[in-house]
Each structure stands twice: as C-alpha cells, then as structure tokens.
C-alpha cells in the first residue's frame, strides 16, 4: 500500500472514529453537517497555440460536532474530480531559455494532476479549558494581513489569482491564549519526520485602542524546503529562522497593512520579505486597494533561471524582487460585483485579472475571473498567455 | 433708530436660530434616549430585495451593550454564510470581519464602514448604533405627520467624527420619539431611505421591529425584522472581543 493511501486510509479512519464518538456522546444531536458543490471550467490560451479546457467538480462536506465549545470537531472532506484534460505542459508558459535550460538537466515541463482526488482540507478538535484553547489536528493556520502573499505565513501558500480561496489544511497542534479585546499568544507545532525537522512558531498579537491597529510579533523555526539546489535542482532542505511583524489599522483615512519577516537561513543568504499595502473606498462605493512586494531572496533582474521558475512553480516562492498589485472593485449591478487587479513587477511584465462574483440564487455564487499576462516575455509574468474561469458553487 | 431697529432684528435672529438649534438638539438627545438601550440581544431575518424582485434572506443574531457602543452580529443562514460574524466597539469606528470558511479574521479601516454588509442596502456604518448626539449635530425643521403620526422632523449633519453622509433629514414621533423615518444623503442627493414600523413594547420598552432600507439609486430594499428582542440580560464582555469570533456565541 502506497504511503499517500495508507495516509488517507488513515485520515478516514479517524474522521469516523471522531464523529461515532460525538454521536455517541451527542445527547441534543449536535452534529452540522454542512458543504458546497463547485464546478470549474477553464479555458487556457497561449499565443504560440496552447490550447486546453479542462473541468473539475468539487464537492466539500463540512462537519461540526460537539456540545457547547469546550471539547468540538470541525473537519470536511474534499471530492475533486477533473473531468476534462489532466495533463499539462509548461513549456508555454515559460521564457524559452528556461525551456533549454530545463530539457538541458532532463527536467520534464509536462505534469498530470489525479484525475480523482479525495483529501481531508481540515480535521481538528478544538478544546477550551482556563482561558487556553488547544486545536489539534489538520487545520488552516492563516497569519498575516497581507492580500495576495503572507510573508508571516511560513506554512501555507496562497494562489495569486485566487488569494481568498481556502487553504488547505496542515497537521499541527496549536495553542492560543487570549486577553482583553485582542490579546493573543498563540504556539504551533507542526509535526516533521523528527524535532529537528518540525515546525514551531509563536505569535504575540494585540489590539492597540488608542492607535487603532492590530499588531503582531512572529517567530517561526523551521525545516525550509522551499528552494532547490542550484546545481542538481533537487529540494534543498535548510533550517529557517523567522522574525516577524504584521500591522493592520488606519491612516488618514485609508486602511493600511505591512507584514514582513526577516530570514536566517542555514544554507543561503538571509533575506527580508515585506508586503505593505492600503486601500480606500470612494463615497460612490467603488473600492481602491494597492499592495506592494519587497523579496529579497529573489532575482533583481528581468532574467530569471530555471530554478527560479521551479521555486515558484513548485513551492510558489516570488520570482522577482519587487511586486506590485492595484485593484478596483465595485458594486455594478444589484448582487454583482466586478474587479480589476493589475499585478506587474521590476521586470516590464504585467498580470492582468479581471472578475466577476455574482450571487445567481440564495444558496448559489458564480465566479468568472480572467487572466492574461502582457509585457517583457523573460518577465515574470510571460507575455501571451490567456485564460478564463468560471466557477458556480452551490451551498448546502 | 435705524441702528435699533437693525440691531433688535439682528438679535431676534439669532435668539430664533440658537433657540432652534437648541430644540433640534433637544429632540435629537430625546430619540438618543428613546433608542440607545443599554445591552440587547435579537435575532434578526434580513431579506434583500433587488430591482428585479430577486430576493436573498440572511439571518443573524445579534449582541449589544454599552448603549450600542459594541456589538455583535452572528449569522446563522444562509450555509453560504453561516458563522461568519462582525465584530464593532466605539460606535462603529473599529470593525473586524471573521470569516468561517477561511477562519480569518480581518480589521476594517475607517473607510469600510461606507461598504454594503453583505449585498444588502445597510452599511456598517448604518449597521452600528451610535451615539446620535455625538455622531450628529441638529437642526428643527418643524412638524410633519408620518402615516398619521404626528412627527418632529429634524435636519441632522454628521460631526467630524460622525458617519460619512452630507446629511440626514429624521423624523420621529412626537408622542415616544422613536424613529420613524430617515433620508441618507451625499453630495449628490437622496441615496436611501430608511422607514421604521411594526412598534412594539418589550419588557417595558418600545421598538421598532421592522426596518426597510430602500435604496433611491438602485431601486432596491432591504427589510430587517427582528424575529426575538431582549433586553433582559447583558451579554458577557468576552463576546465582544476578537476571541468570541471563532468560538460559538450562544
């Protein structure tokens, strides 16, 4: 038995197990069973004449159990299934020197995703006892006020395209206490193979009243594998030290955030990673929002290697140094809203993403979000690649 | 005696205008009184209403205390956004958004509380409860009747730190001062009317139960009618901090 079946088999396993035992132990019946189904269809273009559809339902089950909040289980399980074309070649999506590069070193651009795929997003007991509350188990450990990446986040990547969208979960054990209005020290270990390879990071965050501003203090310890070596490509797995600080409050008016971190590494050079963004809604409802990137653990040039590429493709590291987002949203139709975010960096290349939510029913949302990338070809965003998505999501 | 007589008038004028702002004051401090309760505890059915007649329902609960000046709001249904819950001390000006289904918790700047909550005609900051005679400085109009009700009507413009619109025209019965009526303007004019009905007496004190929020612009309503009203109990302080977002609120 494979390790990937044996986990889930596992995974399963516990899941019944839990929910008998708060079914058995339910008095008033107190299990939620809850969820949405969601299609997505997408159409992908690149000028050199890619062209592919592809389509997948989504079907996620939600379950809530337990009596009052001391001891509950919150956990749901995903059905993907892809319907349409599963397989994938990168080579147009990237420079053609990376192709070289990468065919060089016997690298494949092409990829299959499972056809089928069935994983637990989150599955977790919540205990409360003294003021503490302890979850353990599967679980989203979102940190940071940034919109479209979490430097302060060191356990989750986020989709570009799509950053509000649900992360999956991952196996940890968490510790929070809180005080006053947002008082919060918060612990997590994220299990490794051994200690020396599992994760930790602590939280101290608080809600300063008179300044009007969420502030937060990280330290995370961890086994990066983020990167590849530069020679063989293989994961280079290093220790990582992190020390972070997030701010999310007020000025003159406009909401603004900064997360950042600074990076001791084992192997590579130490960096820094700050987000700072604001934005700002007119009397006319239409919303601005701007954020900026600094990475310096990226290339500050317009001429990216292939292992550049793969640290992003694989891990979804930034690519160039400086990044940028400018977005508008607004309200144009009665349970419509439409966007426009426009990403570009130091390397002449631009991302654009227009979208549209819709609320189509009382239980259903409609989706469709476009992407297209312009500018510099060796930039970070290739220039000729076009898609489209749509996605309807039905909740139960 | 041109002097005089110019004089005389000048006073009278200014004797009539603060006498007038003084009872607009007056009034405004009257339907403070009327409204602000205390602590209270609801559950409410939302029901938007669009140009078109499509209609979506949202149900919440919601808790308040500090005479309105921090509260919560819960929703139950929809699934789609069952759990997710706001959270707004000092009268509005600090809002943090949870979202269930991400288990993210957001502070909302200042600029926010212009948004629409949910799809619906209210706003956060028309979602919050206030203070009225910090929020807003006014002036008596004269007397008008509402539906047959006799009503003081009053020209209300928001303080520096009040809300974001140019000003309010607000109507309230003359008899228990409770709201009956409330035009939302800008810079352009008349963007929502807000109508207050279905009064009713819980444990000893009147309430308005349904409140219609019509927007002039886009043609569309929302209706909040409260299902259940309180104001028996206060709510314990913790529900009112960022720790009761992601914890089930009774």
């Known amino acids: 038995m494979s390790n990937r079946r044996f986990h889930f088999r596992f995974q399963t396993l516990a899941l019944v197990v839990v929910i008998s035992v708060f079914a058995m132990n339910s008095k008033c019946g107190c299990i939620e069973i809850s969820g949405y189904y969601e299609n997505t269809l997408l159409q992908e273009y690149t000028e050199d004449g890619y062209d592919n559809l592809s389509n997948a339902s989504k079907l996620r089950v939600n379950i809530d159990a337990g009596q009052g909040d001391e001891l509950t289980f919150t956990g749901n399980v995903n059905f993907i299934s892809h319907h349409l074309n599963v397989n994938y070649d990168l080579k147009s999506y990237l420079p053609e020197t990376v192709i070289v590069d990468l065919t060089r070193k016997g690298i494949p651009t092409e990829f299959m995703v499972e056809k089928n795929r069935i994983f637990l997003d989150n599955a977790y007991l919540t205990l409360r006892f003294s003021g503490m509350r302890l979850r353990a188990g599967r679980q989203q450990l979102s940190w940071g006020s940034g919109y479209g990446i979490n430097p302060t986040d060191l356990f989750h990547r986020k989709d570009m395209l799509d950053p509000t969208y649900e992360k999956e979960g991952v196996n940890a054990l968490r510790l929070d206490h809180n005080w006053g209005i947002g008082g919060n020290l918060s612990g997590i270990i994220v299990p490794g193979r051994k200690l020396s390879s599992s994760g930790y990071a602590l939280k101290l965050g608080t809600h300063a009243s008179k300044i009007g501003y969420d502030i937060g203090l990280t330290i995370h310890h961890i086994e990066d594998s983020t990167s590849l070596d530069s020679e063989s490509y293989e994961i280079l797995n290093q220790q990582r030290t992190a020390l972070g600080l997030d701010l999310n409050g007020s000025l003159f008016g406009m909401g603004v955030w900064m997360e950042g971190n600074f990076n001791l590494m084992e192997v590579e050079s130490n960096f820094s990673r700050i987000v700072t963004g604001f934005d700002y809604t007119l009397e006319n409802g239409l919303y601005l929002m701007f954020e900026g990137m600094y990475d310096e653990r990226s290339q500050n040039s317009d001429s990216y290697t292939a292992r550049d590429w793969m640290e992003y493709i694989q891990f979804g590291e930034p690519i160039s140094r400086y990044r940028y987002m400018v977005g508008i949203k607004q309200s144009f139709l009665e349970l419509a809203e439409g966007s426009l975010f426009i990403f570009g960096g130091n390397d002449g290349s631009y991302f654009l993403n227009p979208r549209v939510d819709v609320s189509i029913s009382q239980n259903a949302d409609m989706t469709i979000f476009g992407a297209a990338s312009l500018g510099d070809a060796e930039g970070q965003f290739t220039s000729g690649s076009y898609s489209v998505t749509g996605r309807i999501s039905v909740y139960f | ?250």
């Open chain 2, 1 to 250: 005696m041109k002097w005089l007589i110019s004089s005389t008038v000048l006073l009278l004028l200014l004797f009539l205008s603060a006498n007038a702002q003084e009872d607009g004051a007056g009034w405004l401090k009257r339907i403070d009184d009327a409204e602000r309760v205390q602590h209270m505890v609801g559950e409410v059915d939302q029901i938007i209403t669009t140009s078109s007649g499509a209609k979506r329902t949202l149900s919440l609960k919601s808790w308040s205390a500090e005479n309105g000046d921090i509260s919560l709001m819960a929703y139950t249904a929809p699934p789609r956004v069952k759990g997710d819950k706001i959270l707004m001390r000092e009268g509005g000006d600090v809002i943090w958004y949870y979202m269930k289904r991400r288990d993210v918790t957001r502070q909302f700047a200042g600029h926010t509380r212009k948004q629409k909550v949910m799809g619906s005609d209210f706003s956060y900051e028309d979602m919050s409860q206030g203070n009225m005679t910090e929020d807003y400085s006014a002036e008596l109009i004269g007397f008008e009747d509402i539906e047959s009700i006799s009503c003081v009507k009053l020209h209300l413009t928001p303080t520096e730190s009040g809300p974001s619109y140019d000003h309010l025209l607000i109507w309230a019965c003359r008899e228990n001062a409770l709201s009956r009526k409330i035009e939302y303007y800008d810079s352009d004019g008349l963007m929502k009317t807000l109508v207050l009905s279905d009064i009713r007496e819980i444990e000893g004190r009147k309430i308005a139960f349904k409140f219609v929020m019509l927007n002039n612009r886009e043609g569309s309503e929302t209706a909040m009618q409260y299902q259940t009203v309180t104001f028996a109990s206060e709510p314990e302080g913790w529900i009112f901090t960022k720790e009761a977002l992601d914890r089930d609120v009774k």
